[in-house]
């Protein structure tokens, strides 16, 4: 599985955009990136998930350069409501040896 | 009604108490997931399961087992509650197969061992 790192901490102020940076130097060729995004208290929910180049959907949009060796959560405006911990991870999601590890992800505070 | 649905939502219990958390899911899919919460730990993996007649060890199984009863089932549970057990507990499921898919989670149990 690759090993993923993401800063623990980011503050933010409503209405910016917030970019939050996954490192996964070991990505292997079937691998995909997904992000979680968990509320306190509730368990973790999809947001995006890309293989490559750029994904966007109506919550955030997901960069990954061409190397695959980073990615890039990128949410619009953001609101007080956005404020969580977002987690990247990387695998074969459905692949036999995916067993979903999440680690310690990035708290996101949005501040008025 | 929720597609991953975990009983009880919240739990006290006594230390060496045996305690059974368990999650139930609707959305036909072959792999469920244990996972606690501690504060500032992220979610950490307990046992998981890919299919009705394969579990696995997590990241920290230790003090823990679960069962595996049906495709739709899967139980976790503290033979011997510790208080360092306190924690939230979630479940989750995905789906086998193809290179993207996504997991749902459970609403949570929060345990506390006194």
């Known amino acids: 599985l690759a090993k993923t790192t993401q800063p623990i901490s980011m503050d933010s102020y409503e209405g910016q955009e917030v970019n939050i940076t996954c490192s996964h130097n070991?990505?292997?060729?079937?691998?995909?990136i997904t992000w979680y995004q968990q509320f306190p208290s509730q368990g973790p929910r999809f947001i995006i998930q890309?293989?490559?180049t750029k994904v966007t959907n109506e919550v955030a949009s997901l960069f990954i350069p061409a190397d695959r060796k980073s990615s890039t959560l990128s949410l619009p405006r953001v609101s007080l409501s956005d404020t969580a911990v977002y987690y990247c991870l990387v695998g074969d999601m459905g692949g036999a040896t995916n067993k979903l590890i999440f680690g310690t992800g990035t708290l996101l505070a949005v501040q008025p | 009604d929720a597609d991953v649905t975990q009983t009880p939502r919240n739990r006290i219990t006594k230390t060496g108490k045996r305690i059974m958390l368990e999650c139930s899911q609707t959305k036909g899919h072959d792999r469920m997931y244990w996972y606690r919460q501690d504060p500032g730990l992220g979610l950490r993996l307990i046992y998981y399961s890919f299919d009705v007649k394969d579990i696995n060890k997590g990241e920290i199984s230790d003090g823990y087992s679960v069962s595996r009863q049906a495709q739709a089932k899967f139980s976790l549970s503290l033979e011997s509650a510790i208080p360092n057990q306190t924690a939230l507990y979630f479940c989750?499921?995905?789906?086998?197969?193809?290179?993207?898919?996504?997991?749902?989670f459970g609403q949570g149990t929060r345990l506390t061992v006194v």
């Open positions: 890309g293989y490559k």
């Open positions: 989750a499921t995905s789906e086998s197969g193809g290179l993207g898919t996504e997991a749902f």
């Open positions: 070991n990505i292997a060729t079937n691998d995909y």
